[in-house]
């Protein structure tokens, strides 16, 4: 595997990119159906867990996620985890009262065990490397869900098979020249390729097996991002 970006690499990208990662509207343009990615998650989780009272949102950026989650069960108290404290910063202005910031790689979090309802992970765990660091957040999460409490994930995947692939790669490539043009794409695949380590979506649900989640579902997939999640 190529040197990709360190931690603090990320984490300076982020602090200089506030302002494309707050758009309730259109969520993280860079992203396939982010907009849909956020009303699917939520209303999912929502119904599956109409009485949540406490969720943790990683990776949570300038904070639509849980804006979004708000607009569903108003009164739940969020968890804003995030590397880039201008991020936290501008989530917490945006979702006020009951909202906690946590400056924090996820690898190195500490979580009460069944201390949560809900966990969203929205564009974050592509950053995960090893093997080994996948299902250590993948059982970091199960052990801090209450039963019923859902893991959300809406993320990059790669594919098994790289034919397949290729072909979603390109599809993707065509998403992103037709959005802003071929620079822009080529900006794009650019730092994914510095800083990204994206999973299948077979794999990733293969963690959420392997942690004890086993009610799993899928909702939506198009070329390389896929919305899915388990329930404790």
Same mark, same amino acid.
């Given at each position: 595997?190529?040197?990709?970006?360190?931690?603090?690499?990320?984490?300076?990208? @982020? !602090?200089?990119?506030?302002?494309?990662?707050?758009?309730?509207?259109?969520?993280?343009?860079?992203?396939? !159906?982010?907009?849909?990615?956020?009303?699917?998650?939520?209303?999912? /989780?929502? =119904?599956?867990?109409?009485?949540?009272?406490?969720?943790?949102?990683?990776? %949570?950026? /300038?904070?639509?996620?849980?804006?979004?989650?708000?607009?569903?069960?108003?009164?739940?108290?969020?968890?804003?985890?995030?590397?880039?404290?201008?991020?936290?910063?501008? =989530?917490?202005?945006?979702?006020?009262?009951?909202?906690?910031?946590?400056?924090? !790689?996820?690898?190195?979090?500490?979580?009460?065990?069944?201390?949560?309802?809900?966990?969203?992970?929205? /564009?974050?765990? *592509? *950053?995960?490397?090893?093997?080994?660091?996948?299902r250590g957040v993948f059982?970091?999460?199960?052990?801090?869900l209450r039963p019923g409490?859902?893991?959300?994930?809406?993320?990059?995947?790669? *594919?098994?098979?790289?034919?397949?692939?290729?072909?979603?790669?390109?599809?993707?490539?065509?998403?992103?020249?037709?959005?802003?043009?071929?620079?822009?794409?080529?900006?794009?695949?650019?730092?994914?390729?510095?800083?990204?380590?994206?999973?299948?979506?077979? @794999?990733?649900?293969?963690?959420?097996?392997? /942690?004890?989640?086993?009610k799993i579902d899928v909702? *939506?997939?198009?070329? %390389?991002?896929?919305?899915?999640?388990?329930?404790?």
């Amino acid at each position: 595997m190529k040197v990709k970006s360190t931690v603090t690499e990320i984490q300076e990208r @982020f !602090d200089n990119d506030v302002e494309r990662f707050s758009n309730l509207e259109t969520g993280q343009s860079a992203t396939v !159906d982010a907009a849909l990615a956020m009303d699917l998650i939520t209303e999912a /989780a929502a =119904a599956v867990t109409p009485g949540a009272k406490a969720m943790l949102d990683i990776g %949570c950026g /300038a904070g639509n996620f849980s804006l979004k989650m708000r607009q569903r069960l108003p009164d739940i108290a969020v968890t804003l985890v995030d590397l880039s404290k201008p991020m936290l910063d501008r =989530a917490a202005a945006r979702l006020g009262a009951n909202a906690t910031t946590v400056q924090r !790689d996820i690898r190195d979090l500490e979580v009460n065990a069944s201390s949560l309802d809900i966990v969203l992970a929205a /564009a974050v765990l *592509h *950053h995960l490397r090893s093997e080994s660091e996948w299902r250590g957040v993948f059982n970091k999460i199960y052990k801090a869900l209450r039963p019923g409490g859902g893991f959300w994930i809406f993320d990059m995947v790669d *594919h098994e098979l790289a034919p397949v692939q290729q072909v979603m790669w390109r599809r993707y490539g065509e998403y992103l020249s037709a959005f802003k043009g071929d620079e822009y794409r080529d900006h794009v695949f650019a730092y994914i390729e510095k800083e990204d380590t994206p999973r299948s979506l077979t @794999f990733q649900m293969d963690m959420l097996k392997q /942690a004890g989640f086993t009610k799993i579902d899928v909702l *939506h997939k198009n070329s %390389c991002f896929a919305v899915f999640g388990g329930i404790k």
